[in-house]
């Protein structure tokens, strides 16, 4: 995925009502900016950050720039939650995901289960339906390991236990999770964080449901997806 502008490089100021952010640009003005991330963001709102901004052509958002990257340590992260469902889904269409490969139809924001909606439905004949649940991965608390959830999560339990429900009627259920960092090597569960998403992820693969990771080449210009990382259990 190419950002559609040249990206606009502020220094963070603050983070605030989840979904808003003030930031001071080069010129020096200030602006806010809209934060597509509904996470806590752990270790990537400080002050004084270095961030890179998009700025849209549709005269009527409220807020025209969007908050897309963040340096932390000299490794860029994408926080931008409205990605990565399209960058998984171009990754599978052009065959970069082995373990997705081999089906003809791809179709994203499908209902099924109990009032939910399937990030990506793969289908092909002879095939089962293979239901794929994307997840952004932002959260690094040491050297090595990129950790999901960042904070307590019960809808991401949910879409565990709706991917355990498709497994049992016969289908394939993936639960894949992106890792919008440069700077991460292995993955694993935060569940000291939030228990309750850490025993609906093992009671997942217990049933059936497969885990993919990958994590992502970032620069200014674009996202795109990187290589197989492996899940610590």
């Known amino acids: 995925m190419k950002f559609s502008t040249p990206l606009i490089k502020g220094r963070l100021i603050k983070r605030y009502k989840r979904f808003l952010a003030d930031v001071e640009l080069e010129s020096g003005e200030l602006l806010t900016a809209h934060v597509a991330n509904p996470g806590s ?3 990537l709102k400080e002050e004084g950050m270095t961030v890179w901004l998009s700025l849209s052509d549709n005269a009527k958002r409220k807020l025209p720039y969007s908050w897309e990257l963040v340096e932390v340590d000299g490794a860029l992260v994408g926080i931008n939650t409205a ?7 171009e990754a599978i269409e052009s065959g970069q995901v082995a373990a997705l490969s081999g089906y003809e139809k791809l179709t994203r924001e499908v209902k099924y289960g109990l009032n939910s909606r399937i990030d990506i439905l793969l289908s092909g004949d002879g095939l089962p339906d293979c239901y794929v649940e ?3 991965v932002t959260l690094k608390r040491d050297d090595i390991h990129a950790e999901f959830p960042d904070s ?3 809808r991401g339990a949910k879409h565990l236990k ?4 498709m497994v049992e009627q016969g289908h394939r259920a993936v ?6 960092r440069t700077d991460c090597t292995k993955f694993r569960i935060a569940g000291d964080i939030d228990p309750a998403y850490a025993a609906a992820f093992q009671e997942a693969i217990d049933a059936g449901v497969e885990i993919i990771c990958y994590d992502c080449h970032i620069t200014t ?3 795109r997806l990187g290589s197989v990382v492996p899940v610590i259990p």
């Open 41 to 43: 963001m752990m270790g």
């Open 162 to 165: 709706e991917l355990v429900s």
């Open 134 to 136: 994307v997840k952004n």
């Open 175 to 180: 639960m894949f999770y992106l890792i919008q």
């Open 83 to 89: 990605h990565p469902n399209g960058l998984v889904a």
């Open 152 to 154: 307590v999560t019960a």
């Open 221 to 223: 210009s674009e996202i």
